[in-house]
């Protein structure tokens, strides 16, 4: 894939995501898109993924919550959907799209990534957890959540975080050694 062609697939799903995502996504926006891309890209380089891989991953990354465009229950499902109509005009092969699928739907929570791409994705799609940024990212996710639920408390909220957490595990080498420690004090913070 040539970089031309992989501007147009992002410029594509950037501009789809701008035009479609409902105001009230706080967490689920553009930017948190633009977020995990660039930290897939980072993670990727640091396990040493191939460039055929990693083009593979920017597309995941770019696409894994472009189904929020159409719904937020199962939007893995629906975002992998709209993945394998447009990249089949982007010239690339059912193996790709089922791979960058596969990696879409590691993001699901919870989470379980089967290969080294699955599990990029998915560390990347959470790394704020273990990050100076958590309180940020609590906070637009808290209120996308109030959308739905309006009766939601801080303390419920804090519980589900709390909860969120303690069960949640990092899969990559990178996230394990230099992101979990981070977490952990975020935990702390919340108990």
């Known amino acids: 894939m040539t970089q031309g062609e992989f501007q147009n697939i992002y410029n594509e799903v950037r501009d789809l995501l701008s035009d479609n995502l409902p105001d009230y996504l706080t967490y689920h926006s553009v930017s948190h898109t633009l977020e995990v891309y660039d930290k897939a890209i ?44 447009n990249l089949k005009r982007h010239g690339l092969s059912s193996e790709q799209i089922d791979e960058i699928c596969a990696m879409i739907m590691a993001t699901k929570i919870p989470q379980n990534p089967q290969n080294k791409l699955e599990k990029i994705l998915a560390d990347a799609d959470l790394e704020y957890l273990g990050t100076v940024n958590f309180a940020v990212g609590s906070k637009k996710l808290y209120l996308e959540l109030l959308h739905f639920n309006p009766n939601l408390s801080i303390e419920e909220w804090n519980k589900i975080q709390i909860k969120f957490l303690t069960n949640h595990k990092y899969h990559t080498n990178f996230c394990k050694r230099y992101k979990q420690h981070r977490k952990l004090k975020n935990l702390l913070t919340l108990k």
Not at 53 to 58: R, S, Y
Not at 63 to 74: A, L, S
């Open 42 to 85: 980072f993670i990727g380089k640091k396990e040493n993924i191939s460039q055929s891989e990693m083009n593979l991953l920017k597309i995941a990354a770019l696409y894994h919550d472009v189904g929020f465009t159409k719904t937020h229950v199962e939007h893995e499902q629906e975002g992998c959907k709209i993945a394998k109509v």
